[in-house]
């Protein structure tokens, strides 16, 4: 297909290193229940049929491009939508979260695990709609789950505070869990070249549970996939790589190869691009809890985050910076907040 041209849109020209005309800016979970208009029309609809339903999946994406001013919009999905799509028995449970009806356990359920060949058809529907409501300045960002965080809930069985029987298979049984990889990595990328062929402008690889590992294993169990993920698209679309509690983790995970590192509030971003194995376009970082402090401490934290971008891209330690949140939108968050965070990012030299 072609791609559209977004040469002047601030996301993508900072996601290449260069410099926009205004700082750009996305939240995580911008999409979702912060909004009462997503309330509105999620109403009765489970969220993973939510992800499946196109002009569904459009609207919620493109939501807050329009109240909030955002430079770009994040695909609404969730990580485990290349699962179902693929075959694979999972559920999002309210206040739980994604739950598989059978875990993988056994080289022999890692084998059994059905793999995503095909075109997502109602994802890549839902694109092209996306694509129809935004300008040449606003960003579709499309993302896919890391493959340990994937792992990690089919082998929990849904969600894990310790993560206990995945580290348990990555020491105990090294060649199961390695082929649960090599079995997860083609599913990913299948549900990323969909997104890719359907037009989106960026992408990211989120990987929420990485930040639960040692260094040592993330090098030895985790990077060589997101690597493989990463490469697949390289020199089609900007990258961005992210993970929650991931610190330690920064130097590792930035030699999986994206063009733009993103940052957890934990972390001050100069600091954490001092991290990077070489430089790299930061995104972050402010908490989002902040966003419930008021206005007068939100615009200290803006002010307080570029200037630590600045100060790294000065250095040499960085090449750009796409303001974002250090984690997702808190439901509880007023979203009159976020348009005026929004306006402040912007606004701030």
């Known amino acids: 297909m072609t791609r559209r041209d977004l040469t002047h849109a601030p996301l993508v020209e900072a996601a290449l290193g260069r410099t926009p005309r205004r700082t750009p800016v996305w939240f995580m979970r911008q999409a979702g ?6 309330r509105a029309v999620r109403e009765g609809i489970d969220m993973l049929d939510s992800c499946f339903i196109p002009e569904l999946l459009a609207e919620i994406t493109v939501q807050p491009v329009r ?15 290349p699962l179902k ?14 739950v598989m009806g059978s875990p993988v356990r056994s080289r022999g359920d890692v084998d059994k695990l059905p793999v995503l060949e095909d075109a ?3 994802v890549a529907a839902g694109i092209e709609a996306v694509l129809g409501e935004l300008n040449d300045s606003q ?13 990690s809930y089919l ?31 083609p599913t990913i990328m299948s549900f990323l070249k969909t997104q890719v062929d359907a037009g989106i402008d960026a992408m990211q690889l989120f990987d929420s549970w990485a930040g639960f590992l040692t260094e040592a294993d993330y090098r030895e169990h985790v ?68 966003l419930l402090a008021g206005s007068d401490v939100i615009r200290a934290e803006v002010i307080r985050i570029k200037d630590e971008a600045a100060r790294a891209i000065a250095s040499g330690t960085a090449t750009g910076h796409i303001f974002n949140l250090g984690h997702g939108v808190l439901p509880t968050t007023d979203p009159d907040a976020i348009t005026e965070a929004v306006r402040i990012i912007h606004e701030e030299a």
Request: glycine fraction near 10%.
């Open 223 to 290: 990077l060589p996939y997101s690597a493989e993920i990463l490469a697949s698209v390289e020199g089609v679309i900007p990258r961005i790589h992210f993970g929650v509690a991931t610190g330690e983790l920064l130097g590792a995970m930035s030699e999986a190869g994206s063009e733009v590192m993103g940052v957890d509030w934990r972390v001050p971003l100069d600091t954490a691009a001092t991290r990077f194995a070489s430089p790299r376009v930061l995104q972050g970082n402010l908490d989002p809890a902040l």
């Open 67 to 81: 109240r909030h001013d955002m430079d770009g919009a994040i695909l609404f999905s969730d990580i485990v939508v």
């Open 85 to 98: 799509a693929a075959g694979v028995d999972v559920d999002i449970v309210p206040g739980r979260g994604p």
């Open 139 to 151: 960003a579709l960002i499309g993302f896919v789950g890391a493959p340990f965080t994937l792992a």
């Open 33 to 38: 229940r912060s909004l009462p208009e997503y």
């Open 155 to 185: 082998i929990e069985g849904g969600p894990s505070k310790n993560h206990e029987k995945t580290k348990a298979m990555m020491h105990a049984e090294p060649d199961t869990w390695h082929a649960l990889m090599r079995r997860l990595v």
């Open 120 to 122: 997502v058809p109602e």
